[in-house]
């Protein structure tokens, strides 16, 4: 397995995607770091393995357009982390609207199915590694609440195995990291969970705590590392024994 120099983390502004820059920057890489709109928190890093690409991705299009761009920056393309995705609305699926639907399952598989689909084209001749992000729920039918974001991540599940079997031919691994509860933004602001629901939510998990963005970004770390060359079509959980 070569040596991996050039990753591209595509929807790097949440807390995952801050944390695991930090992890890289300590690395001899170089680095491209989409971002839709948001980029406070990864433009506080000023360093030149960094190059900042800002694109709200809306079509297969818009895919291409941006896994091009990371691979002419960098002049080359090893890997590609995908950590784009969100729910757009909490709300439980007897009530679900089409256009909460169509949200989530355009921003949580097919835009991540044709990111890692031109990804592996670039990766085909000289091998790589593209990772999904899935959620350690979706085994377990994930939350009423959010079913098209459950569903979304669980066929993400589907195709990193079948990507896997396509890819081994290329030396192109495929993996998922699939978070359990993380203490993070997406809860804290966008879902407005309070005190108490964070408190509740805890209790259900056998380590009696939250994750944190640090302990996923290293998961990933260790995936684009050369331990795990023989790691591939795995859904790792870090979830802290949750759903056990």
């Given at each position: 397995m070569k040596r991996l120099e050039k990753i591209a983390i595509i929807g790097s502004s949440g807390d995952i995607g801050i944390?695991?820059?930090?992890?890289?920057?300590?690395?001899?890489?170089?680095?491209?770091?989409h971002y839709n709109k948001t980029s406070k928190g990864i433009k506080k890093f000023n360093d030149k393995k960094i190059n900042y690409f800002s694109?709200?991705?809306?079509?297969?299009?818009?895919?291409i357009d941006v896994i091009n761009n990371a691979e002419k920056t960098m002049k080359g393309l090893d890997a590609v982390i995908l950590l784009i995705g969100g729910i757009n609305k909490l709300e439980k699926w007897e009530d679900l609207k089409q256009k909460d639907w169509d949200h989530d399952i355009k921003n949580n598989?097919?835009?991540p199915f044709f990111l890692a689909q031109h990804a592996y084209k670039k990766l085909k001749k000289a091998g790589g590694r593209i990772i999904f992000c899935g959620t350690a729920s979706a085994s377990f039918a994930g939350g009423k609440d959010s079913l098209a974001y459950g569903l979304s991540?669980?066929?993400?599940?589907?195709?990193t195995k079948r990507f896997a079997k396509d890819g081994a031919d290329h030396n192109i691994l495929f993996n998922t990291?699939?978070?359990g509860f993380i203490d993070s933004s997406l809860h804290r602001i966008k879902l407005k969970k309070s005190k108490l629901q964070f408190s509740n939510r805890i209790k259900m998990i056998p380590l009696k705590r939250a994750g944190r963005p640090d302990e996923v970004a290293s998961l990933i770390n260790f995936l684009l590392s050369e331990e795990s060359s023989y790691i591939t079509g795995e859904i790792l959980k870090i979830s802290g024994g949750d759903w056990l």
């Amino acid at each position: 397995m070569k040596r991996l120099e050039k990753i591209a983390i595509i929807g790097s502004s949440g807390d995952i995607g801050i944390a695991l820059t930090k992890i890289l920057l300590n690395l001899d890489i170089k680095l491209f770091l989409h971002y839709n709109k948001t980029s406070k928190g990864i433009k506080k890093f000023n360093d030149k393995k960094i190059n900042y690409f800002s694109k709200k991705i809306k079509n297969k299009k818009d895919c291409i357009d941006v896994i091009n761009n990371a691979e002419k920056t960098m002049k080359g393309l090893d890997a590609v982390i995908l950590l784009i995705g969100g729910i757009n609305k909490l709300e439980k699926w007897e009530d679900l609207k089409q256009k909460d639907w169509d949200h989530d399952i355009k921003n949580n598989l097919s835009i991540p199915f044709f990111l890692a689909q031109h990804a592996y084209k670039k990766l085909k001749k000289a091998g790589g590694r593209i990772i999904f992000c899935g959620t350690a729920s979706a085994s377990f039918a994930g939350g009423k609440d959010s079913l098209a974001y459950g569903l979304s991540k669980y066929c993400l599940e589907f195709l990193t195995k079948r990507f896997a079997k396509d890819g081994a031919d290329h030396n192109i691994l495929f993996n998922t990291v699939a978070p359990g509860f993380i203490d993070s933004s997406l809860h804290r602001i966008k879902l407005k969970k309070s005190k108490l629901q964070f408190s509740n939510r805890i209790k259900m998990i056998p380590l009696k705590r939250a994750g944190r963005p640090d302990e996923v970004a290293s998961l990933i770390n260790f995936l684009l590392s050369e331990e795990s060359s023989y790691i591939t079509g795995e859904i790792l959980k870090i979830s802290g024994g949750d759903w056990l």
